[in-house]
């Protein structure tokens, strides 16, 4: 049963994914409200990260629909207003971010082709959001930083760097595949602090891509469990942990490693 379906902001309804003759996601939905956040939670292959990329915008489904405050979104052919609100953060920011750009260059191509600043900014005032996003996610406000490539980082950091980002064209949504599995246990934490924080300063609705159980309770309201691209269990992250129902989910739950964020971030 979909959740908050009336006053969702973000909704994927029916979705069905098709390699072949094999169905990565099959008849998925979920809803999503303004502020709040859902992981969607499996092992690998269970059609989480298919759902994540339907969701963005990358892969069209054979089934289903995708929509944005109420209004449909183009499956793969979204306009620019509808890829600017719903923003993809990937899980390994090595190969996400291209490594002869600088950061620069790295956040300030989004805010030009969406228009974020105006027509025609000059770099002063280009210069100022981009260094306004580093401190934003966390990497101060040195104008240094903005001349340096992302090799020049450390995995913690281009993580950071791909958050501002997605954060550079002020999206609603923000979609997020396992943002910290690539990342040291101590930078994962510091990843989801600054994913807390950023939904209650920000606002922003965010789909969570998480293999672990422990990740989605720490900051999400909501849990789906996937297996088999099929959703088998839906609710809210305290239901499920106080009674997560199949056998599968049980089976999560108790490999679920314990992981907090800061007090009071959680939406």
């Given at each position: 049963?979909?959740?908050?379906?009336?006053?969702?902001?973000?909704?994927?309804?029916?979705?069905?994914?098709?390699?072949?003759?094999?169905?990565?996601?099959?008849?998925?939905?979920?809803?999503?409200?303004?502020?709040?956040?859902?992981?969607?939670?499996?092992?690998?292959?269970?059609?989480?990260?298919?759902?994540?990329?339907?969701?963005?915008?990358?892969?069209?489904?054979?089934?289903?629909?995708?929509?944005?405050?109420?209004?449909?979104?183009?499956?793969?052919?979204?306009?620019?207003?509808?890829?600017?609100?719903?923003?993809?953060?990937?899980?390994?920011?090595?190969?996400?971010?291209?490594?002869?750009?600088?950061?620069?260059?790295?956040?300030?191509?989004?805010?030009?082709?969406?228009?974020?600043?105006?027509?025609?900014?000059?770099?002063?005032?280009?210069?100022?959001?981009?260094?306004?996003?580093?401190?934003?996610?966390?990497?101060?406000?040195?104008?240094?930083?903005?001349?340096?490539?992302?090799?020049?980082?450390?995995g913690g950091q281009r993580q950071r760097i791909a958050i501002a980002r997605a954060l550079a064209v002020n999206p609603d949504v923000l979609v997020a595949d396992e943002p910290t599995s690539a990342l040291d246990v101590s930078v994962q934490h510091e990843i989801l602090d600054l994913l807390a924080e950023l939904r209650q300063t920000n606002g922003l609705s965010l789909?969570?891509?998480?293999?672990?159980?422990?990740?989605?309770?720490?900051?999400?309201?909501?849990?789906?469990?996937?297996?088999?691209?099929?959703?088998?269990?839906?609710?809210?992250?305290?239901?499920?942990?106080?009674?997560?129902?199949?056998?599968?989910?049980?089976?999560?739950?108790?490999?679920?490693?314990?992981?907090?964020?800061?007090?009071?971030?959680?939406?």
């Amino acid at each position: 049963m979909t959740r908050h379906a009336s006053s969702a902001l973000f909704e994927m309804r029916g979705i069905t994914v098709h390699y072949g003759g094999f169905t990565a996601v099959d008849h998925v939905s979920l809803s999503l409200p303004k502020g709040r956040a859902i992981g969607i939670v499996g092992e690998s292959g269970a059609g989480k990260s298919t759902l994540a990329r339907v969701a963005a915008g990358l892969i069209a489904p054979a089934e289903g629909q995708v929509l944005l405050a109420g209004q449909p979104l183009a499956p793969i052919r979204r306009t620019r207003e509808q890829r600017r609100r719903v923003q993809m953060v990937f899980q390994n920011p090595d190969s996400s971010l291209n490594p002869s750009h600088s950061v620069y260059r790295i956040l300030s191509e989004g805010m030009l082709l969406h228009h974020t600043l105006g027509s025609r900014p000059s770099r002063e005032v280009i210069t100022r959001r981009c260094l306004e996003l580093l401190r934003m996610v966390g990497l101060g406000e040195s104008a240094g930083i903005l001349s340096r490539r992302p090799q020049a980082f450390s995995g913690g950091q281009r993580q950071r760097i791909a958050i501002a980002r997605a954060l550079a064209v002020n999206p609603d949504v923000l979609v997020a595949d396992e943002p910290t599995s690539a990342l040291d246990v101590s930078v994962q934490h510091e990843i989801l602090d600054l994913l807390a924080e950023l939904r209650q300063t920000n606002g922003l609705s965010l789909m969570l891509i998480t293999h672990d159980l422990g990740v989605a309770n720490a900051l999400c309201d909501d849990i789906m469990v996937m297996r088999g691209g099929r959703s088998v269990v839906h609710k809210s992250t305290e239901g499920l942990f106080a009674d997560p129902g199949p056998q599968y989910a049980q089976d999560l739950l108790a490999a679920a490693r314990s992981v907090s964020i800061a007090p009071g971030m959680r939406g």
